[in-house]
């Protein structure tokens, strides 16, 4: 059984479903929290870009998980004007709302808590001090604005206090893949040899010239010397930093076992909410898998987005399925996606222990 200090797991992290209305500077509310990150995607109509914004870069600043552009101020299909205490404020852009606000379209919006913007720990190690940041150790989630120095072995202070599991960068003014650290990467052993492109399926990629062959530690991450996220100029980068919460969140990998009534289980500790799983591979099942359970609240779970597709939410048959359960969750399809025998899966999950500190139980469905 899996204890938390985090009482509610929705006043860290929240799915907030809602139906677009093209009305100018909308609230959408109901979140619970003033969040610090606001990613949205259009789960009904083709052809509409992922939006990513936080509170470190600021409104109206988008960035698109699904590519590897820049930062774009006046997107044509909307944008994030506000946080707010209980939401955010989308905006539609000269072209339209689809991206966040469309007529009639259906949105899901994941939203991340932040906490404090100053007295960032460093150590002797660090070498790049970030230009501005949010870090909760509560909910081991970190925002972290720097500029490179094109030097291997650069260290940047995360904040979060514990060594992260995952890490992601994406270059601010410039082009760049969103390059992905993740602890569970080629089983877990030696990961920060390896890289992920978040905005793309590709298998992990083995350069040092990313991590420098270096795995974070308890106050900063490592940087090779890839422009991609390294870079001496163009804006700078954005990285957010996430670690383990034991009952409410988890960076980890499983292998899979080719097979459906017998799949294999990946014990969290709490039952996801939000779930991203990723075979590291392969490139042709590599996709990036969103499942949450405010768009698929039954078992077997199928409805899936991708972090790197702007195309609508599907199901597809069993290619997808999984079963979320009240302690991990259940593989229940044997596609080279999930489940094939041997391969290597990354995962990253947030959700509700079975027991909080509160005593609330989290039950299966």
């Given amino acids: 059984m899996a204890y938390t200090t985090i009482n509610k797991s929705s006043l860290q992290m929240n799915t907030k479903l809602y139906t677009g209305n093209s009305s100018q500077g909308r609230s959408i509310t109901g979140i619970g929290f003033l969040p610090s990150m606001v990613w949205a995607k259009c789960r009904n109509a083709a052809n509409n870009n992922h939006i990513l914004s936080d509170s470190v870069r600021g409104t109206n600043k988008n960035l698109q998980p699904n590519t590897g552009s820049a930062q774009i101020a006046n997107n044509s299909q909307g944008w994030v004007s506000a946080f707010g205490s209980d939401g955010f404020t989308a905006y539609g852009g000269g072209s339209g709302y689809n991206e966040i606000n469309g007529s009639g379209n259906t949105y899901a919006a994941w939203n991340w808590k932040g906490g404090a913007t100053s007295n960032i720990a460093t150590n002797g190690a660090t070498t790049i001090t970030p230009s501005a940041y949010n870090f909760n150790q509560t909910s081991g989630f970190s925002i972290i604005k720097y500029t490179g120095n094109a030097t291997s072995g650069a260290k940047v202070p995360h904040g979060l206090g514990v060594a992260p599991k995952m890490v992601i960068t994406k270059k601010v003014g410039g082009t760049s893949n969103w390059v992905s650290y993740h602890a569970g990467v080629n089983n877990g052993s030696n990961p920060q040899n390896y890289a992920m492109s978040f905005n793309y399926n590709y ?163």
């Fill in 203 to 365: 298998a992990k990629d083995g350069e040092s010239y990313y991590w420098n062959n270096t795995a974070p530690d308890a106050v900063n991450f490592t940087l090779g010397s890839s422009t991609q996220v390294n870079d001496g100029g163009n804006g700078g980068h954005i990285a957010y930093c996430f670690a383990d919460i034991p009952g409410y969140s988890k960076f980890g990998n499983y292998k899979g076992n080719g097979n459906v009534n017998k799949g294999t289980f990946i014990y969290t500790g709490f039952k996801p909410q939000f779930l991203i799983t990723k075979r590291d591979d392969n490139t042709s099942g590599g996709s990036w898998l969103i499942y949450d359970t405010q768009r698929d609240p039954s078992n077997t779970a199928d409805i899936i987005l991708t972090s790197e597709g702007n195309s609508t939410e599907a199901g597809w048959g069993n290619t997808f399925d999984i079963d979320i359960l009240s302690n991990g969750f259940k593989m229940r399809s044997q596609t080279t996606y999930t489940n094939v025998n041997n391969a290597n899966y990354i995962f990253m999950a947030f959700g509700q222990s079975l027991v909080g500190s509160n005593n609330v139980a989290a039950t299966a469905r």
